[in-house]
C-alpha cells in the first residue's frame, strides 16, 4: 500500500492573519504544531542538501529515483510551510527569530561540518520518528472532512512523508551502512528537533498562555478544526521501539488504505504533478 511517490505541487493559500490557537482552547497543541512548521523550513533543506551530496555515491536507480522523488517533495514541504509561517509571525511571538537564527545555524554547521554518513543518519533519524508520529495522528484515514487550509496543508506534507518513508533508509543504507551508528545519531537527531520543538512551543505558551478552565476562549467548536490525536513519547513508544530495532525496516511497515485514498485526493487538487 501507498508505494508510489508522487511529487505535488499544491495550491494552497493561507489567509493575512491566522489565530495561532488554531485547534480551539489548546494553545499547547496549536504553538507545537507551528513549532513543527517552524522547523520544517529550516530542516528540510538541510535534508535535502544531504540528500543531493549523497546522489554521487547511489548507484541503485530505484533509490537513485526515490533520493530525487524525495528532495523534490521536500521542496514542496518546506516553500508551503515558509508561506503558513509568514501569516504566524503577523501574529507576534518576536523572540522565535532568534530561536529560529540558531536553528538554522545548526543545520548549516552540519552540512558544512559533519560527515555525508552522520547527515544520512540525522536524515533517517528525522523520517522514522516523523512515520511514527504521523501513523499515529492520521492512520486509518486523515484528520476528517472540511479541513481548514493548514490542517489541509498538513494532510497533504503527512501522506507524501509516508509515501516517501523507504528513501531515507535505503540512501543511509546503500552509501554507508551501519545498524549502531544509525541508531545513535538518529536518536541524537531525534532529541535535537524535539528539543526545538519543546522550545519553540515553550516560549509560545509563556507568551500566549492557555486560559485557565472555566474561561470563555476554551469552548470548543466554533474553528471546526478536528481534534487530532496528540504524538507525545508514551503513545508512540510501540514504533518508536520498533524503528531502534536492528530488524527495523520500513519497507515492512504497513500503510493503512485510507491513506491511499487521501494520496489520490491531493494528487486531484495538485495543480501539477510529477
Ligand atoms: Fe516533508
Ligand atoms: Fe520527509
Known amino acids: 500500500m501507498l508505494d508510489a511517490i508522487t511529487?505535488?505541487?499544491?495550491?494552497?493559500?493561507?489567509?493575512d492573519e491566522i489565530d495561532p490557537v488554531f485547534i480551539d482552547g489548546d494553545h499547547k497543541q496549536s504553538f507545537a504544531f507551528i513549532a513543527g512548521s517552524l522547523l520544517l523550513p529550516h530542516l528540510e533543506p538541510y535534508l535535502i542538501r544531504s540528500m543531493k551530496a549523497a546522489e554521487k555515491y547511489v548507484t541503485d536507480p530505484e533509490v537513485l529515483d526515490g533520493l530525487k522523488k524525495f528532495a523534490s517533495q521536500e521542496g514542496q514541504h518546506?516553500?508551503?510551510?515558509?508561506?503558513?509561517?509568514e501569516t504566524i509571525?503577523?501574529?507576534?511571538?518576536?523572540?522565535?527569530?532568534?530561536?529560529?537564527k540558531e536553528l538554522s545555524g545548526d543545520y548549516k554547521r552540519f552540512t558544512n561540518t559533519k560527515s555525508l554518513r552522520?547527515?544520512?543518519a540525522y536524515a533517517e533519524g528525522f523520517e522514522a520518528l516523523?512515520?511514527?508520529?504521523?501513523?499515529?495522528?492520521?492512520?486509518?484515514?486523515?484528520?476528517?472532512?472540511?479541513?481548514?487550509?493548514?490542517?489541509?496543508?498538513?494532510?497533504?506534507?503527512?501522506?507524501?512523508?509516508?509515501?516517501?518513508r523507504t528513501v531515507a533508509f535505503d540512501v543511509y543504507d546503500h552509501v554507508c551502512g551501519g545498524y549502531f551508528y544509525r541508531l545513535f545519531v538518529g536518536?541524537?537527531?531525534?532529541?535535537?528537533?524535539?528539543r526545538w520543538i519543546r522550545r519553540a512551543t515553550q516560549y509560545m505558551l509563556k507568551a500566549n498562555p492557555q486560559p485557565k478552565k472555566g474561561a470563555k476562549e476554551i469552548a470548543r467548536g466554533s474553528k471546526a478544526v478536528p481534534v487530532v490525536k496528540a504524538a507525545s513519547v508514551g503513545n508512540l513508544m510501540p514504533g518508536l521501539l520498533r524503528i531502534y530495532l536492528p530488524s527495523y525496516t520500513p519497507h515492512d511497515v504497513e500503510i493503512s488504505p485510507g491513506i491511499q485514498v487521501l494520496a489520490d485526493k491531493y494528487t486531484k487538487m495538485a495543480l501539477k504533478t510529477s
Do not use: C, I
Request: charged share 25%; hydrophobic share 45%; proline share 7%.
Open 78 to 85: 518546506y516553500q508551503m510551510h515558509k508561506k503558513f509561517n
Open 187 to 194: 536518536m541524537w537527531a531525534q532529541w535535537h528537533f524535539t
Open 89 to 100: 509571525r503577523r501574529s507576534g511571538f518576536p523572540e522565535l527569530e532568534a530561536l529560529e
Open 7 to 15: 511529487v505535488r505541487h499544491m495550491p494552497f493559500e493561507f489567509p
Open 130 to 164: 516523523t512515520m511514527n508520529a504521523v501513523k499515529h495522528m492520521m492512520e486509518p484515514n486523515g484528520f476528517g472532512d472540511d479541513l481548514p487550509v493548514f490542517m489541509q496543508m498538513v494532510e497533504w506534507h503527512f501522506v507524501e512523508e509516508l509515501e516517501h
Open 118 to 120: 552522520f547527515n544520512l
